[in-house]
């Protein structure tokens, strides 16, 4: 990998000793916002990091982690962006983000968010602490998080950022207080961070914004940093896609990266573009709950049917998405659980290649076709076995059922059938041996029939005189 700006002389698993330190210490800090004006709002005028640590304090903790890392800071920027991701995230539960807030996940050190819809702190306080990260006075390790798609400030009119955080006077003492565009944001704090994590397909891939039109010029964050973009880590753009992504893919790399560097956990693997390996490998198609009907040739024909939605416009077989197997948030709902077709949201190509939405791929009709064709022979047999599997072995042409008709008689044809099949079943093994005498043959009584014949419920004499005088 090249190294690029600055200071990046590190490698991934490599900590610099300025960030190793023991809870306590940094009890005794001084304010670095002593002098700004009053903040809106933050009475308690506490800090996210103070509360963080507070609440380490009150677990009981001499040291925030188990590995040498202690706490990191994260700084989550916006560009062209719904707020989906933050949603998503905040919803996460495996791990939640509660969790790696208040250092509750062992071995994870601390993770101090500066969140513009979390945050306590608010106008310049708030924003001190990406200057102290730009100039590297903090205490620990910074990750960048972007959501949304990065847009061409250029093309703004009269210098007010599309998307902007904070304002300042203070980059240089000439310069005037301006709204700084989380842009410039990334420019600055990029070549110092840890890791840049674009999380959602808006800032991964450049989404919605970035579709055909694309009067802001948007584009993704790995497209914006270019290919030589490494962090302090050594690191290319990491990129969590999804509109809105799994919240729970977002705090799992998170805490994968994070045991990494605290030597507590394998090398995180990702694919060639940024992905978390583990996490976008498969299609959507491979864990979809529909899949068997996608295979048996049965397909939906409007929406709100049970069966597979491919001919109603789902990209499941091609997309890479792990939504089928973790659920939208807390392992529930996702897009086919809920009745919707995949439309490739966490794919590079979104939105423009796989529009219109909501009618059948081209070339989806070949495979369903095929399955359909396949699915009519299979779907049959697997119907007679099912029935023949639903079947005691003692159970004949007889089911002593009282939900269901007393004879399930078979058909020939499904008779012969069972022959070969049996044969195959125990072919190079020994079948066990069956008393066909042990079958209920038909006109079959049961034992209490047989035992007790009709009058079995009749009560003995002397019971009937007792209930009578009762009477
Ligand atoms: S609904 Fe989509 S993902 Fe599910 S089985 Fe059908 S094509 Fe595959
Ligand atoms: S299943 Fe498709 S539409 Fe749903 S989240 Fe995954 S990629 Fe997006």
């Known amino acids: 990998m090249t190294l690029g700006v600055g200071e990046r002389e590190h490698t991934m698993g490599e900590i610099p000793e300025k960030h190793v330190g023991e809870a306590g210490h940094h009890k005794q800090r001084e304010s670095s916002t002593m002098g700004l004006p009053d903040q809106v709002g933050n009475v308690a005028r506490r800090t996210m990091e103070e509360l963080a640590e507070d609440i380490c304090a009150s677990q009981g903790k001499s040291k925030f982690s188990l590995g040498p890392l202690e706490k990191v800071y994260v700084f989550w920027l916006a560009g062209m962006s719904c707020d989906g991701c933050t949603v998503s995230v905040s919803g996460a539960t495996e791990p939640a983000l509660e ?94 961070a840890a890791a840049s994590i674009a999380i959602g397909t808006c800032a991964t891939w450049g989404g919605i914004p970035a579709a055909y039109g694309n009067i802001t010029g948007s584009m993704s964050l790995m497209d914006w940093m270019g290919k030589d973009y490494r962090s302090a880590l050594g690191l290319p753009v990491i990129n969590i896609p999804g509109c809105a992504p799994v919240g729970d893919n977002f705090t799992d790399a998170v805490q994968a990266i994070l045991l990494f560097l605290q030597g507590l956990g394998p090398l995180p693997e990702f694919d060639e573009l940024g992905r978390p390996a583990w996490q976008f490998s498969e299609t959507v198609h491979t864990h979809c709950v529909r899949a068997g009907f996608y295979e048996e040739g049965t397909f939906a024909k ?53 529009s219109p939405f909501y009618k059948a791929p081209p070339g989806s009709l070949v495979s369903s076709n095929a399955s359909r064709l396949l699915g009519s022979v299979v779907r049959n047999l697997r119907r007679i076995s099912q029935r023949e599997r639903n079947r005691e072995i003692r159970w004949h042409d007889t089911v002593p059922s009282g939900w269901a008709m007393e004879r399930g008689g078979t058909s020939l044809t499904h008779k012969i059938l069972e022959v070969f099949y049996e044969a195959m079943q125990f072919q190079g093994g020994k079948a066990p041996e069956r008393d066909p005498q042990k079958k209920f043959p038909t006109g079959y009584q049961s034992l209490p029939d047989r035992v007790y014949t009709k009058d079995y419920q009749q009560l003995p004499e002397d019971r009937v005189l007792k209930t009578e005088k009762r009477v």
Not at 119 to 143: M, W
């Open 99 to 192: 969790d790696l807030l208040t250092g509750s996940i062992p071995g994870v050190p601390l993770v101090v968010l500066h969140h513009y819809v979390l945050q306590l702190e608010s106008g310049d306080h708030y924003i001190q602490t990406l200057i102290n990260a730009e100039q590297g006075k903090l205490d620990g390790p910074y990750v960048l998080v972007y959501e949304g798609s990065i847009p061409d400030e250029n093309l703004t009119v009269g210098g007010e950022p599309f998307a902007g955080e904070g304002s300042l006077p203070l980059w240089a003492p000439s310069d005037e207080r301006r709204r700084v565009s989380t842009a410039e944001w990334m420019k600055r704090l990029g070549p110092g």
């Open 302 to 354: 409007e929406y709100g049917d049970k069966e597979c939605l491919v001919e109603i416009g789902c990209w499941g077989p091609v997309v890479n998405c792990n939504i089928t197997e973790k659920g939208a948030i807390s392992h529930m709902g996702g897009c086919m659980n809920s009745g919707a077709p995949c439309i490739g949201c966490t794919m590079p190509g979104f939105p423009d290649k796989f």
